[in-house]
Every structure is written in structure tokens, then in C-alpha cells.
């Protein structure tokens, strides 16, 4: 049985759970999030508690049971705290402005990158190098950061480009180290 599958979802206070048939449906202080179930697995509610379950364990119903318990927890911590991805622009002449909803990048290009926002996500810029996605959507906050990071990723030699804060880029030595 799946590790992952078994577990069962915590309801925090303030988050309500609907259960339709195949269908899940979220709602928490920051919105709502919706879920199609694979039809062959049973989703049930009790005392702030969400359970997944399934009837057999055919291949397809195994590989969806911990997706689906997964899925649903990630709703769950949307709707109730939100989701942030924070990325850094590194590189002389880098940097970003918010104008209304959309971001205006500064990347060495001749022109400026426009990024507008997605239904659902927000925009942070705490200073000209920094910038926080924020959303309830997991998938959606990813999507965004890597879509932006996507704009200028960083390059191996001199570091520049757009990077997730913490993570390690692997630098390369150039024309020295031969």
C-alpha cells in the first residue's frame, strides 16, 4: 500500500472540505481549489480529517493513490497559508520594477521583458533584485517562478541571470583552467 496514500490529510480550522462524487472542492481564507479524482478511488471526510482509499491494487490505481492524497494536501496548504517562490536577479544592470500586476525585467536585453500576471498569482518586488511569486496553486507558483527564471536562467561562468534564492549554481572555470 502507499506510504504516502495512507496518510491522512489534517483539516485545519478554517478550511472546508466538500466531497462530490469524484469531485473535491476546497475553501479556505485565501480562495478555492477544485479536484477531479481518479474515478476508482474513494475520498472521505470525517472529524476535520481527509482519507484516501482505493478498492484495489491494479497498477493505475496504485500509481494515482499517493498523487491524488498529495494533491489534495497541497490544496489544502494553499487555501489555508499560500504558496511563495523567491527568485534573485544576479548580473550589473539587473533589475526588476512592478508596474500594476505586470513585472518589468531589466536583463541585459535592448529592450525590457514584460511579464504579466496570471489569474490567481501575485507579485512581490521587496527591492530591484528580488522577486516573490505568490499564489494558493502550487503548480501555478512553480510554473510562474520557472517561466521567469526562464527569461534569463543562470549562466555557469559569471553566475548572471535570474536563480531561486538558495540555489547552488555550478560555475564553470572558462578559458583559465585550460
Known sequence: MSRIGKKPVQIPAGVEVAVDGSHVTVKGPQGQLELDVY???DV???DGVLTVSRPDDERETRARHGLTRALIQNMVTGVSEGYTKALELAGVGYRVQLKGTSLELSLGYSHPVIYDAPAGITFEVPDNTHINVKGIDKQQVGQVAAEIRGKR?????KGKGIHYVGEH??????KAAK
Open 39 to 41: 474515478k476508482k478511488l
Open 44 to 46: 472521505t471526510v470525517e
Open 153 to 157: 536562467p543562470p549562466e555557469p561562468y
Open 169 to 174: 549554481i555550478r560555475r564553470k572555470l572558462g
